[in-house]
């Protein structure tokens, strides 16, 4: 029903419809934690020279804990779109805080059909699944994919392990306020993970990064990204 609500909105007001070209775009967030302010986020979608893609993103903690241990997380996602799908290429992660620091880097190696995986002195290798990307590409991912109108959402995702069948539904549009004004939003909510809540909004006019990101960690605490500007 919710399904069928959100294909009602797109038909009735296509300006609601996201803009699935690639192009160069930035984002500013705002971190909180069960409410209360704790970082900014940054993100930058940018072309290289060969045709290939990278997103940028930088998360830094100001306030409560993440200040005081000096969060600092860095992700890079090179990726290509090939014959309509986005493929993975690099991807590299890298958090620096005063008590824990972590390190991942993934490679995809398409001729061999292999993706080899660094994970904190750790090596995984594992078969790719026809356009399998990093978990930080997926944002680009759903915004092309509800640029295209589609609420149900298959993508292969490379974890530590193994490529992870992500699934993502799309729940319709409503009116949300953030800090960088209000926007009407298309709500999609991860579906395969029962009892992890992890939602995204994206908004008409705004490119293909989301607008907002909730997610609940493991501890029950609730992060959100909200766009700033």
Known sequence: MRNRFFAVCLLAAPALVLAATLKPEQANYAVSRDGKIIGTASYALGANADGSWTLHSETRGTGGMARL?????????TFALREGQLQGLRY??????AIRHKRRRIDFDWNAQQIRVHDNGKDFRYAPRPGTIDRSTVAVALGIALA????????????RDRVEMQRYAASGTAPISLPAGKFDAIEIDRTDTPGKVMKSWYAADTGLLPVRVEQVQHDGSIIVMQLRK
């Open 69 to 77: 241990l000096g969060l600092d997380v860095r992700e890079d996602s």
């Open 92 to 97: 590299s992660y890298e958090q620096d805080a």
């Open 148 to 159: 295209n109108g589609e609420t149900s959402i298959t993508l292969p995702v490379a974890v």
